[in-house]
């Protein structure tokens, strides 16, 4: 069994002015974004692994907008040697370059890393490519760094995505890109129900909020305050099949943009942000789901995304099922799919039986 861990930040190098800015009549500064992708593989039982060929671990994604998809391959090289690389497996989707760097590491007991590869600077990083590998002594590594005989590889991924200009002249600063109080504006707005005109009732609860931004970030809202309905006439949007922590993480989404409990609610706050048609709450829920892949959530998180159309959840969820078959289907969640839902049990075996190339060792 395998264990699959990924982080990702999103950051922008400190601005700090030279002093020989001052020195110009006028100037630019140009700053690179970044992200950053660390993901831990962990490979259980690895001395039984003797073949000759490649195995990779399951795709993982930095989870913003281009939504790149790795992989890391591990190559057995007969009982001599073994190669780790890293695999860009998906273009992006505008065409533009990849530029970046990477490092590979192995972990050893205490979790420190012990044999490292890392990339010849900033390089581009194209689909399918392969790149420098980290190679290690077989032998070394049984003998030194596989207690339990588990095998641990971490991966350092920093992507430059593009570039910020700050430009000035003699005693003024110009910021391209300033920093705006526009989403703590609106996110007091919300708190502070200040000249609401609608409530959201949900139940015994009710939300102020305003119908301008509502309708303006939710076609479903537009069409609901547009037209002649009872909502519009007094004021009361009755809502019977969502609940209210639900509504409120809703809300905050609608006014700021971001969801702060996204991690507790993922599965019932993508069914609201389906039925209000908030398309990029939906998106990022579906990301949280696949994070959130587990034995206990596979079954439930397969018949959500069947249910909802989320092609990219459904396959990942399926390859994530047959890796850990045996697991899953003592779940109590499997037992009830294969009641309520056979259709699924069965598009599951098909896909196990149709794989013609070499599965990824797991997640």
């Given at each position: 069994m395998e264990e699959n861990k990924a982080q990702q930040t999103m950051g922008v190098y400190k601005l700090s002015l030279p002093p020989l800015t001052e020195a110009f009549?006028?100037?630019?500064?140009?700053?690179?974004k970044h992200s950053n992708l660390n993901y831990t593989w962990t490979i259980q039982n690895f001395s039984n692994l003797t073949e000759t060929c490649y195995h990779y671990s399951p795709a993982f994604c930095r989870c913003d907008k281009d939504n790149l998809k790795w992989r890391l391959e591990l190559y057995l090289n007969g009982s001599s040697e073994i190669w780790i690389?890293?695999?860009?497996?998906?273009?992006?989707?505008?065409?533009?370059?990849?530029?970046?760097?990477?490092?590979?590491?192995?972990?050893?007991a205490e979790g420190k890393k012990s044999y490292s590869k890392t990339s010849s600077g900033v390089i581009e990083l194209k689909a399918n490519e392969e790149y420098e590998?980290?190679?290690?002594?077989?032998?070394?590594?049984?003998?030194?760094?596989?207690?339990g005989d588990i095998l641990t590889i971490y991966c350092e991924i920093d992507v430059v995505t593009n570039t910020v200009d700050f430009s000035g002249r003699k005693g003024i600063t110009q910021n391209t890109n300033p920093e705006s109080t526009l989403i703590a504006d609106f996110a007091n707005l919300l708190q502070s129900q200040s000249l609401s005109d609608v409530k959201l009732v949900v139940g015994k609860v009710e939300?102020?909020?305003h119908k301008i931004i509502l309708a303006s970030r939710s076609d479903v809202f537009?069409?609901?305050?547009?037209?002649?309905?009872?909502?519009?006439?007094?004021?009361?949007v009755v809502i019977t099949d969502v609940k209210p922590e639900v509504i409120q993480e809703m809300l905050h989404f609608i006014y700021t943009g971001s969801s702060q409990k996204i991690k507790e609610m993922a599965d019932e706050l993508f069914i609201a942000a389906d039925k209000?048609?908030?398309?990029?709450?939906?998106?990022?829920?579906?990301?949280?789901?696949y994070e959130k892949l587990s034995?206990?959530?596979?079954?439930?998180?397969?018949?959500?995304?069947?249910?909802?159309?989320?092609?990219?959840?459904?396959?990942?969820?399926?390859?994530?099922?047959?890796?850990?078959g045996k697991d899953i289907t003592e779940t109590i969640g499997w037992e009830e799919m294969t009641i309520k839902?056979?259709?699924?049990?069965?598009?599951?075996?098909?896909a196990l039986f149709s794989s013609k190339e070499q599965l990824p060792i797991s997640k």
């Open positions: 009549e006028s100037w630019t500064i140009s700053q690179s690389g890293l695999k860009l497996s998906s273009e992006p989707v505008n065409g533009d370059k990849i530029m970046g760097k990477f490092k590979i590491s192995v972990l050893n590998r980290l190679k290690i002594g077989r032998n070394n590594l049984l003998k030194y760094y596989l207690p939300f102020p909020a537009k069409a609901m305050f547009e037209h002649d309905m009872k909502e519009t006439k007094s004021g009361r209000y048609a908030l398309d990029d709450l939906k998106k990022m829920c579906e990301i949280t789901l034995i206990d959530r596979a079954a439930d998180t397969f018949i959500l995304a069947d249910r909802y159309n989320m092609e990219l959840l459904k396959k990942e969820t399926i390859n994530y099922i047959i890796f850990h839902h056979p259709a699924l049990i069965n598009e599951t075996l098909k």
